[in-house]
């Protein structure tokens, strides 16, 4: 019905950081909360979709009434939005950590044993989002992304949609200032291919609710 234009349709979702293992106690992670993707995955589960939330390392509780499936690192993410395929809509709003650790010590590593400094050799990651976008017969029909700028945000967020190849991205600042990380607002950039539309600063819940609807929209009731 018209308050549940998303039945019968299948979402993925990722949400919050990624932890990348240094060795058994130590790991590396950026300031993601979940806030952001945690209320996506809510909107599109309050217009009846299906919805799947693929969640790294949060304090949040899982919303109601989507399937939250919780990993730790880029490559167990990955693996769960594979397990998740098919779905009709995907939103990568997890913030993915480009690079993990490239030999993770199986035990704890001591202090002082290579002198006074360490270093770490880094690999990088999968890209969850490029993957999605690029998976071929299995593309989701409709790939969202999202783009943390600190500068230019929407010109590199235009590169970023390209190079990708997301059909939609959505550019948010990041910059310490804006507190968009960790806080409860956001302002974001809809780009798609008929262009930029610029959104107010708003609550994340609304910046969900928004891109819900939006999304039902692109959509169309399920056959
Ligand atoms: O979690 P909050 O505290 O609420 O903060 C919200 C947020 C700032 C984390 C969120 O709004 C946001 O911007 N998420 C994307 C963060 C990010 O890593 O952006 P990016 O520009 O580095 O990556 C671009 C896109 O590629 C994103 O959709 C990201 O999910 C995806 N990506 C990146 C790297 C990678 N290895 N795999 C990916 O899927």
């Not at 594979?82 to 709003?93: F, G, I, Q, S, W």
């Not at 650790?101 to 990088?124: F, I, M, N, R």
């Not at 959505?170 to 409860?184: E, I, K, M, Q, Y």
């Not at 610029?198 to 609807?213: C, D, F, N, T």
Request: glycine share 10%; aromatic share 2%.
């Amino acid at each position: 019905g018209p308050d549940q234009p998303l039945k019968g349709r299948r979402a993925l979702v990722t949400s919050g950081p990624t932890h990348e293992p240094i060795d058994p106690v130590r790991y590396i992670a950026n300031r993601s909360s979940g806030k952001q993707g945690h209320a996506i995955a809510a909107a599109l589960a309050a217009l009846g979709a299906e919805v799947t939330l693929v969640t790294g390392p949060v304090t949040l509780p899982d919303p109601p009434g989507v399937r939250a499936m919780h990993v730790e690192s880029a490559r167990d993410m990955l693996a769960a939005c594979r397990e998740t395929l098919p779905v009709d809509v995907v939103v990568c709003a997890a913030a993915v950590a480009d690079w993990r650790v490239a030999d993770a010590a199986d035990q704890k590593l001591k202090k002082g044993s290579g002198g006074d400094a360490l270093a770490l050799s880094l690999t990088e990651n999968p890209d969850i989002l490029a993957t999605l976008s690029q998976a071929g017969e299995g593309r989701p029909g409709l790939v969202v992304g999202f783009a943390a700028e600190t500068e230019q945000v929407v010109e590199h967020a235009r590169a970023k949609r390209d190079r990708k190849g997301c059909d939609w991205i959505l550019a948010n600042d990041v910059s310490a200032a804006t507190g968009t990380f960790g806080g409860d607002a956001n302002t974001v950039h809809l780009i798609t291919a008929d262009g930029v539309e610029s959104w107010p600063a708003q609550s994340k819940a609304e910046v969900g609710r928004g891109l819900a609807a939006r999304i039902a929209d692109a959509l169309g009731p399920a056959a």
